[in-house]
């Protein structure tokens, strides 16, 4: 099955490039390109893309705004949002995370890479780049206030919370696997239910998760 790729960066070359890129990967194919988030929006809806390749800083509306919409939108299956950025240390890192995006490459990336990133996400997994990870991490250090477990936590059984635990320190399933002695599709089921139990998207809002209520510690 063919992935729909949409790309949306301000800057022609850049999204031509991306085109190109994309479009040399068998499984993967381009829908359409945007130069803002606005049109971004409009293209989702009339192309139903499996991947958005979300740049940040755009004019008329950025990517992060532009992914609390897209992810907002009813009465349809909302694609992955993989954010693309120049910088590492994006104060947007954050934000973007809190509205839905599934994954946060550097767009020097090497390419083979950035066409992984678009399969893992595409296939419902999130995917950080080690470097936004850290900036990730220091942005909840800094952060003073905690949000309240809500009622769902309780309803984690005690494995549960072992997996929540380390998927929110950016365990894949066979790390998992390998670390409490379960079969990957053991810990792919675990990791499922606690998606369903806490009502998150995907992995990367289960690591904002943790971080806010405290459940994982920075360090």
């Known amino acids: 099955m063919t992935i729909g790729v949409l790309v949306v960066d301000d800057q022609a070359l850049v999204r031509g490039a991306f085109r190109v890129l994309v479009d040399s990967a068998p499984d993967l194919e381009v829908l359409g390109e945007a130069s803002n988030g606005a049109e971004a929006l409009e293209l989702v809806r009339a192309t139903r893309p499996d991947v958005v390749l979300m740049d940040v800083r755009m004019p008329v509306m950025d990517g992060i705004e532009a992914t609390g919409h897209i992810l907002a939108e009813p009465g349809q299956a909302s694609p992955r949002i993989l954010i693309l950025t120049t910088f590492d240390l994006d104060e947007y890192v954050y934000a973007a ?8 490459m550097l767009k020097d990336t090497p390419p083979e890479e950035l066409l992984s990133a678009i399969r893992v996400v595409a296939g419902g997994d999130a995917l950080l780049a080690p470097s936004v990870t850290r900036r990730l ?6 952060q003073h206030t905690r949000a309240t477990p809500t009622a769902a936590f309780l309803t984690l059984t005690e494995r549960e919370r072992e997996v929540f635990g380390l998927v929110a320190r950016g365990r894949s399933n066979q790390e998992l696997g390998e670390e409490l002695y379960i079969s990957a599709a053991t810990a792919k089921t675990h990791v499922s239910r606690i998606l369903m139990k806490l009502d998150a998207r995907d992995r990367a809002q289960l690591v904002v998760i943790a971080y806010e209520t405290g459940f994982i510690v920075p360090g």
């Open 137 to 142: 991490i220091a942005e909840f250090a800094t």
């Open 97 to 104: 995370l809190r509205a839905g995006a599934s994954g946060f």
